[in-house]
Each structure stands twice: as C-alpha cells, then as structure tokens.
C-alpha cells in the first residue's frame, strides 16, 4: 500500500483522549543508518488489513509519546492530511546507546476489540506495612486485557489496603475494573503479599563462670574458662610460693 493510499478509521474518540504523534513517509530504499543520525527513527504500521507502511518520527517527540502512552494508551499518528489511531506494539533499542532505533505501530478499528498489556497501579496504604512493618512484595505489575480501542485504560488500580496482616495477599480478582475492561489474566494471579520482614540472628554471647559464682564475658575467639581451671588457678599458686620459700 502506498502512503497516499492509506484511509484514516473512523473513531468515536476525541484527540484530547490520544496522545499525538507526528511521522512522515519513508520509501523502501531509505537509508536508516543516515535517517538515525539526524534524530530519526524508522517505524511501521501493520494490523486492520493493511498492508505494511513505512514512515519515520522524530526521536525526541517519539520517546515522549512513549513515555506517556506506553503499549496501552491509543496514538493519533498524525500523517499530514490523514491521522490514525494506532498503539505502540514493540519498540526496540539499542543494548548500548539505549536509544529507541525502531518502532512497530498497530493500526486499530475502533470498531473492533483489541488485547493489551495494561500496567497495575497500586493505592491506598496498607495497614500491615504501616502498622506492622511487613515488607510489600509485587509479584505481578501488567495483566493482559481485552476492550475497544475507545475503552483500553492507561493503567488499573488496585487498593492495597486489603493488606492488614502478614502474609495476606492480594490478587488479579481485587484489580478495580473499569466498564467495558475485561481482565484476560487469570483471576488467582498474585499481584502482591504482605510479607513479614526477617528477624536479625541474635548472636548469644558466651560467659564463663568463676570462683566466686560471678560470670564475665569470654574474650573473642577465646574458649571459655571452665570452673575447676579457674577455682585451682589460686590454689597451685599458693603451692608454688610455699616451695620458694623452703629453698630459701
């Protein structure tokens, strides 16, 4: 399909619910290494029955609508005298740089579902944490959803206040689901626990007893004295100064 050729779809939506997005025709042959080095990224648009369209976007204004749309908030692509609703569906970068170097785009018909990765937002204060110092543990930060391009929400909530006690937990089931949303995800999927913190090991500290009856600490790393050791100790001291003075 040429650019020229491509039929912007009808959509209920207001631009105001749309996160705009500039681009441009690319032809075949362009030359992507020379198209990066002047801020450009190479993109396609595939999906509702139309064939593969090349084009390109500016990186920065690319990445800012990324940033605020991510995989599950509609983009109007605006083309010049056509605009098109469309969804980021795969973004590559670079492993070293991370710089965006290509994006695919999905052309959706308003008319029609469509499944997403929708992100969990998480509310509310949950009283085990407050009050009890647990720790929260999130096991699961996306589910995937299925709804009208019209109704597919930039993230879903879910109110941690459920969490009161250790080891309580939190589900796909608890996600507060918008009219029209519906979660694909199965809904025993731990999202999060209430997770008690670990105690410190308390290191014993080793006394050893004397003559007296009294104890005192053993020095590190030392072997603690035993009671007949330290009661004789006085003893044969005594013996050694009882010969000294037989030989004087």
């Known amino acids: 399909m040429r650019f020229d050729d491509i039929v912007p779809l009808p959509y209920a939506g ?6 705009a997005l500039q681009a441009s025709a690319r032809p075949q042959d362009s030359h992507i290494k020379q198209m990066r080095r002047v ?15 090349l084009i390109h976007c500016e990186e920065v204004s690319l990445k800012k609508a990324y940033t605020k749309a991510g995989e599950s908030t509609l983009v109007e692509l605006d083309l010049g005298e056509k605009k098109l609703p469309v969804l980021f569906h795969a973004v590559d970068f670079d492993p070293v740089s991370d710089r965006m170097i290509h994006v695919d785009f999905y052309a959706v018909d308003m008319k029609k579902k469509v499944t997403a990765e929708v992100h969990i937002r998480f509310e509310g ?3 085990a944490v407050k009050e009890h110092g647990a720790i929260l543990v999130t096991a699961l930060h996306e589910v995937e959803v299925e709804c009208l391009p019209v109704d597919l929400p930039h993230d879903l909530a879910i109110d941690i206040a459920g969490l009161k006690e250790f080891r309580d937990t939190l589900t796909v ?23 008690q913190p670990r105690e410190e090991e308390k290191v014993e500290e080793v006394v050893a ?16 004295a035993s009671a007949e050791a330290t009661a004789g100790k006085p ?7 009882e010969g000294k003075k037989e030989k004087k």
Do not use: C, F, H, R
């Not at 207001?14 to 996160?19: H, I, L, Q, R």
């Open 14 to 19: 207001s631009p105001m619910d749309m996160v």
């Open 39 to 53: 801020g450009q990224v190479p993109a396609i648009i595939y999906g509702n029955k139309a064939d593969n369209i």
């Open 125 to 127: 204060e949950s009283p």
């Open 173 to 195: 089931a608890n996600i507060i689901v918008p009219k029209g949303v519906k979660i694909l995800t199965p809904a025993e999927s731990v999202i999060a626990i209430a997770q």
């Open 209 to 224: 007893p004397v003559a007296d009856g009294t104890a005192v600490p053993a020095a590190d790393g030392a072997a603690p």
């Open 235 to 241: 003893a044969a001291d005594a013996k050694k100064d």
